[in-house]
């Protein structure tokens, strides 16, 4: 298998883009990608986007991205896992550049959620569950969180100050972020105020419903060092797994076998541990997620999630910082770009880029993104190599 | 690159299933494959479908189909380039395979259109075609599709009657076919006498709206000789290409540039010309289409695919043998389904075990998956090894 760097990254700043579509966004994330690698070579594209279907009445992005990108007839696929669609579209240029099918892979992933009202756009990620059991029933997304919440409550003694900290936190690194949606700063009062969606989790518990897309490019690690004009950052680990559909399908709510299995594989490949990564974005769909990941991928032991937030451990300053971008909850989560932006960040960290909120020891990267109630997870382990 | 063997293929009967849901259909053709394969080990899945969104209201299908067949926490993704999905979700496998990452992959094609209503089902299929520019102004793909077929019957003096040949021809195949959705024989009479959709394509012209599922499981030739359960089936060539959405922005209505390219692409990977080639599935979801397809791929001179097709050129006994499954006319066209279903025909005829619609001479098929209005093409070359 060939090695892989990224090479390019673009993005814009994410919010209720209402004068941009769909296809404005994909095309304004992978025109700054090029930019900034330098280079407009593209041998294949994968777009991941969970459902311009539902939200925009296209499908066929495989052949619209290309076309407005001002690269018709360039070989395309649009890839899906809901919200883990972005990962994947990584994963699959990787793929795509690993088998030597391509050299130049560009991956971008889109949503853009504010076509539809709030309500509709609650209902359409509620696809990402399964429609028969779960969604027709009535319960989405921050239902079925919220259930997750209240088990790891109970069984853990996590609290809601815990969970609150983890929004206070994101907010504070997306407030270093100029392209997040929300960069407001929040206090632990103001989450824990804020209008009740499904107890236990708050408004401000939630990600946001938000327009946006990001971009990278890849090459082979050859090609990388003949280019030059970044400092190299290799993706050195991927990890791909699935689980149930439906929550109460899982042995354990609170186990999510995905992404172990997922963060197994990926730190396997890149010949790592968990001890290795120095930072991490992961998806903080809701508060009680990243506290569950965090669990889940060994960072911290099962029910030390939320007191390791609360001591300030995955802070910018902290042992294992996690969303330095501000996460879905302050930079946004239009679904099908996340995953992707995850890599912007990680790449922006470990070229030493990243600004007010570059941390000192950017090493080794990972990125967690994730799709339903767990349904399906991404993991990349990204490194700087000098 | 490792080189790709097919070692199992599955189907179901087609049709209007109404007491089957998308995650049935999928996992029955799924089954059937592994059992045909007589190995159930699966490294990863790669799902082709067009719009669970619009159809079922189920996205996700990354994580529900390894889910229901069994096979929970196997990497997954579903992949669509509107009608094309099939095919780009072979091509995955291979992908998969040919980077190392996998060594069993297997390759779902899956739609369920019956659960909305035939206008629903048109306008979901609609939103292959550019919406903004195309399907809200109202044209949808009868209405793109009539446009080329009358301008071909200007330019080229393409006839009603040669048309209708198409049409003939696929249900005298797909009469042969136990798995076609509509295997009745039909007169050239009774296709030209069919109620009119869009001047000139009348029903009889048109694909239907189908239910159904097909699956291929793609493995390394090393492990098929191994395996040695079928004769050998090699994948040698794959191309995909893309080309504008919009119908109205092609340099010239007749010409289908993604085709072509994808053609150039899978002939010079498995190092073969047209003339190489026994015969083909292709994507003749109007009786048009299949005219226009067989001249891009060069297997007849721009505007001899309607005198060829009245001709016998392209029937069961002809030179050329396109369909030999019924194509998507008889056998159906449950969209996701179709590039896989066609792969699934190939190998049955390499294999020899085609019965009744056996060709006698069949080392080396080819198949052509399309969506849209020809925006994205995915073509592969299959051959018989011994």
Known sequence: MRDIAVIGIGMMKWGELWEKSIRDLAVEASLNCLADAGIDRVDTISIGCMSGGIFNGQEHLASMIPDYLGMKNTPAMRVESACASGGLAVRTAFLEIASGMSDYALAVGVEKMTDVSGGEATDGLATAADQDYEAFNGINFPGLYALMAKAHMHRYGTTREQMADVAVKNHRNGNLNPLAQFPGLMTREQVMNSVMVADPLRLMDCSPITDGAAAVLLTTVEEAKRLKKHPLVVISGIGLASDTIQLCQRKDI??????ELAGQKALKMAGKTIRDINFAEIHDCFTISEIMIMEELGIVERGQGGPA??????????????????????????VGATGVAQIYEVVTQLRGTAGKRQLKNAKVGMTQNMGGSGGSCVIHILEAKS
Chains 1, 2 share one sequence.
């Open 254 to 259: 609170l186990k999510c076998p995905a992404i």
């Open 309 to 334: 937030t609360s001591a300030g451990h995955t802070a910018l300053d902290g042992k294992f910082p996690i969303n330095t971008s501000g996460g879905l909850k302050s930079k946004g989560h239009p």
